[in-house]
């Protein structure tokens, strides 16, 4: 029996052209054709009686029913280089600009908009409980203004004082009293200002704080929440119930009514950070953001901060009963931007094309343990962690067989 007939093409922005993939499942005879549709923007593909239609991630320079040449006849396996149409790049460069990298900014959702549970409807904030919504800052973004505090070039009242580093060094050639008690004072001074290196942001009755992957609530804010050291069963829908550890960060927060783990209580901020793709909220959106999203721009977002375009994604393991050997994903980025279109799918789709493969918890902490390594840390929890490997191996499926494997990697993409 043959295998079903596949169709995948891949906008390559960078070199002006369309990849364009087809597997036949049989070889390729006198029936199997390929043309371009009339405005350019689809493909028909003609196989033994079947006929498939591409849509195509965007415009292609060739004239409509230019018929596309099969260059080795009897191979199961067509592939092209489409020459882009110059509008169309054009058109493609100024969607990247204008898009926006995270999914459900603080801009995006209505105050006052009740927060359910996604899978059961159970409302978790009701009606007009959160009364803004407010973007979190990037997660280096103390160390960033206390930066900016010392080192800003308009501030000429700022630097004709010695501030903290300039003390600490004269300080130490007097016995490190001054510089200490002035580095101090700094350190004190920047914290007073809200941005101070141990600053931290906590919870706010009636404010919805955004994070790229997460909504953060105060804990007045919230019902229906159970809370546990380890799975459902295990926990309380009162906080105060559950023995706490002195070195626990964190409790698993689940949904009453369905039980789905939606979150994290934040002892350090007193915050329930839930999951943006488990939970239902009114916003302008079309469609309520996936794991998928989430975790593309969580991505996108640390290529931006640190340059390195290698993660390590590791469960968060908080409870004592979760195990050190969890699998980890070796994440490295190929590329932030594509779009490409498949007849699995019948849509044009944004995406981050990446290479990924599994690891053992030791191997990660070794890796990470090494002064000259260049791969960033993610956390996320374990079960999303499994979904993220799931989409990547589906989407692995999309591919051209001869491209879904570079050495010891694995090629995926993650929709945008």
């Known amino acids: 029996m043959d295998s079903p007939v596949s169709i995948y093409a891949e906008l390559l922005s960078n070199i002006r052209q369309i990849s364009l993939a087809v597997s036949l499942g049989s070889p390729s005879d006198a029936s199997t054709r390929i043309a371009v549709g009339a405005d350019g923007r689809d493909v028909e593909l003609r196989h033994r009686g079947e006929v498939h239609i591409l849509r195509l991630p965007a415009k292609i320079a060739l004239g409509g029913g230019a018929l596309l040449p099969i260059t080795r006849p009897g191979a199961a396996a067509l592939s092209w280089r489409l020459p882009l149409d110059h509008d169309a790049l054009a058109s493609q460069q100024r969607d990247v600009a204008e898009g926006r990298p995270a999914p459900w900014s603080a801009t995006d959702l209505e105050a006052g908009s009740q927060v359910a549970c996604r899978q059961c409807g159970s409302v978790i904030a009701a009606r007009d409980a959160i009364k803004v919504w407010k973007d979190l800052p990037s997660d280096n973004w103390a160390e960033m203004m206390e930066f900016w505090h010392c080192h800003k070039p308009d501030d000429a009242e700022h630097h004709s004082h010695s501030h903290g580093h300039e003390a600490h060094d004269r300080g130490t050639e007097n016995g490190g009293v001054a510089g200490d008690q002035n580095a101090k004072a700094n ?29 953060l609530f105060a804990e007045s804010d919230c019902h229906a929440l159970t809370f546990s050291l380890s799975v459902y069963n295990d926990g309380s829908q009162n906080r105060q119930d559950l023995v706490v550890g002195s070195k626990t960060r964190a409790l698993d927060v689940f949904c009453s009514s369905c039980q789905s783990q939606l979150g994290f209580f934040n002892f350090r901020t007193a915050a329930i950070a839930l999951s943006k793709w488990q939970l239902s909220c009114k916003s302008t959106s079309e469609a309520s953001p996936g794991i998928s999203e989430c975790f593309a721009s969580t991505l996108i977002a640390t290529i931006s901060r640190s340059g390195s375009s290698k993660s390590l994604i590791m469960p968060i393991s908080e409870s004592a009963t979760e195990s050190s050997t969890d699998a980890v994903i070796h994440i490295w980025v190929l590329n932030s931007s594509i779009v490409y279109s498949s007849t699995a799918t019948a849509r044009c789709t944004p995406a981050v094309k990446l290479l990924y493969r599994l690891m053992q918890r030791e191997e990660a902490d070794r890796m990470l343990e090494v002064v000259s390594c260049d791969t960033q840390e993610i956390n996320l929890p374990a079960k999303a962690l499994g979904d993220v490997v799931r989409l990547l191996d589906e989407s692995n499926g999309l591919l051209p067989a001869s491209e879904r494997i570079f050495k010891e990697w694995k090629v995926g993409l993650l929709r945008r």
């Open 187 to 215: 350190e004190k001074s920047l914290a007073a200002r809200g941005y101070g290196a141990s600053s931290t942001i906590s919870a706010q009755q009636g404010v919805g704080f955004v994070d790229l992957t997460t909504l």
